[in-house]
Every structure is written in structure tokens, then in C-alpha cells.
């Protein structure tokens, strides 16, 4: 069966079409929110950029995040060393892979400090009515030591730091005093967004980045119903990728 798909692929591909599993929405009320998104735009920057190519190809089995959106991650923190001032943290790091593409990112563009990497290494937390993919303790198939091994051995980094346990509850008060210019929430689930952001938003910098990794996920309903919460308030401008991306500016 597989090789005959590879074959369908191959002359849909020639044709100029792809061949692709449709997500199972699993509710009325989802079917009513989601469809895949298909976009036709073809312009390609990851192609030519070839550090990212030789990081993304390090980082691919240490990660969920598709090529589309660690290339965004990439581009954006190119972006952030324009910034004056400001550290960069990343809650919700799994194996690493997204923390080393972030860290490796900031050390190439020279940006000054440190890059926080929070998580609880014990999956997800917080999980409640918003969330209904989620219970608790999913994505726990990780440790501190893999995370740092990876990053140090495999990746050659030393500009991060590991915050282990639940951020901001447990371990926000160690970087209370630092300001932040870019922020990576990927947690999957409403209240530990939400907390997050209430934590961080005296801390960003005016035109700092917040990306949230789970936005146009069905599974990950929650952060859609919090980041959409958010377009109604002023001092924040939001932006909805394609990708799956929702990015935050701070005004």
C-alpha cells in the first residue's frame, strides 16, 4: 500500500498536485472552526538559507514543529536582534529541538544575553475545559539531561539556560528582573498560555515577540480560544499565520 502511494505522489507531484492525510476534526463544533489550509504561495526563502537547512536538519528528530514554522522562528529572531534590548525564553521545549534552533539563531545575529528554556519535563500542565485534547502529562517523554546533553554536545550552544518546572508558577521568580524581546509559548493548552503571557507582558519590550506554536491546531483549541481573546485589546497587534503560527507585537 505504501509503495502505491509513493507511486500516486509521484505522478500527482509531476502534475503539479500533492497528496495529503486530512486531519479528523472530531467534533461538530471544530468542523465548524477548521479545514486544511492549503496555501498556493510558492516563494521558498529556507532554500537559500543554508544555515538554517544544516540546523533544521540537526534538530528534525528533537521536535514536532514543522519546517514552515522553525523557519519562522529563525526569521523572527533575525528580526528581534533589531531590538534594543531583551533576553529570549522559550516555554515548552520537549526535546530541544526548537530551543537549539532559537539559541543557535540568537548566537549567529550576536544577540546579547541569554535564551531561557522552561519546561517541566514532565509533560503538559494546566490542561482543563478549554482543552479538549488534552487531560495532563502528555509530551513527558523527555528529561532535563537529554535536553541539555543535545544542546551542548550535539549543537555546540552555551548561551541558554534550563528552568525545570512549571513556568511561571515555580520558576519565574529566578528571571523576574529580566526584560524580554521574544518569547515561544508552545505549552498546547488555555491556562498555561494565558499565565504565561499575564507573567511576560510588563517584561517584553515594546516591539517584542510572542509566538504561540499551537494556534491553528485543532488539537490545541485552548491557545486559539486565548490568543483570540487577545485581538480585542489595544496594546497588542496579532497576527494569524497560515502556518499555524499566532504572532504577537507588543505596541
Same mark, same amino acid.
Given at each position: ?63 514536532? #514543529? &514543522?519546517? $514552515? ?14 531590538? /534594543?534590548? @531583551?533576553? *529570549? ?97 508552545? #505549552? &498546547?493548552? $488555555? ?14 519590550? /515594546?516591539? @517584542?515577540? *510572542? ?41
Amino acid at each position: 500500500m505504501e509503495m502505491f502511494k509513493q507511486k500516486i505522489r509521484q505522478v500527482l507531484n509531476r502534475l503539479g498536485f500533492d497528496l495529503v492525510r486530512l486531519p479528523r476534526l472530531g467534533s461538530d463544533k471544530l468542523s465548524h472552526e477548521y479545514e486544511p489550509v492549503r496555501p498556493s504561495a510558492m516563494y521558498a526563502p529556507w532554500k537559500k538559507d543554508f544555515p538554517f537547512q544544516e540546523v533544521f536538519a540537526a534538530i528534525r528528530g528533537a521536535t514536532l #514543529v &514543522d519546517l $514552515y514554522r522553525c523557519f519562522e522562528l529563525w526569521h523572527l529572531i533575525g528580526e528581534s536582534s533589531k531590538l /534594543p534590548e @531583551g533576553d *529570549i525564553i522559550e516555554i515548552g521545549v520537549w526535546r530541544g529541538g526548537t530551543g537549539a534552533l532559537i539559541a543557535k539563531k540568537a548566537a549567529l545575529c550576536g544577540i546579547p544575553g541569554k535564551v531561557f528554556l522552561c519546561d517541566t519535563f514532565t509533560g503538559v500542565v494546566k490542561a482543563g475545559a478549554h482543552d479538549a485534547s488534552y487531560t495532563g502529562g502528555e509530551h513527558s517523554d523527555t528529561s532535563r539531561t537529554s535536553v541539555e546533553t543535545f544542546l551542548r554536545s550535539r549543537m555546540k550552544l552555551e548561551n541558554f539556560e534550563i528552568l525545570e518546572g512549571i513556568f511561571p508558577d515555580q520558576t519565574g521568580h529566578a528571571i523576574e528582573s529580566r526584560r524580554f524581546r521574544f518569547c515561544h509559548i508552545d #505549552v &498546547d493548552v $488555555y491556562q498555561s498560555a494565558k499565565d504565561i503571557v499575564e507573567w511576560i507582558w510588563d517584561k517584553l519590550i /515594546p516591539g @517584542g515577540f *510572542i509566538v504561540f506554536d499551537d494556534y491553528g491546531f485543532p488539537g490545541c483549541s485552548g491557545i486559539a480560544a486565548f490568543v483570540d481573546e487577545q485581538m480585542k485589546l489595544g496594546d497588542r497587534i496579532i497576527l494569524h499565520n497560515l502556518n499555524g503560527h499566532a504572532i504577537l507585537i507588543k505596541r
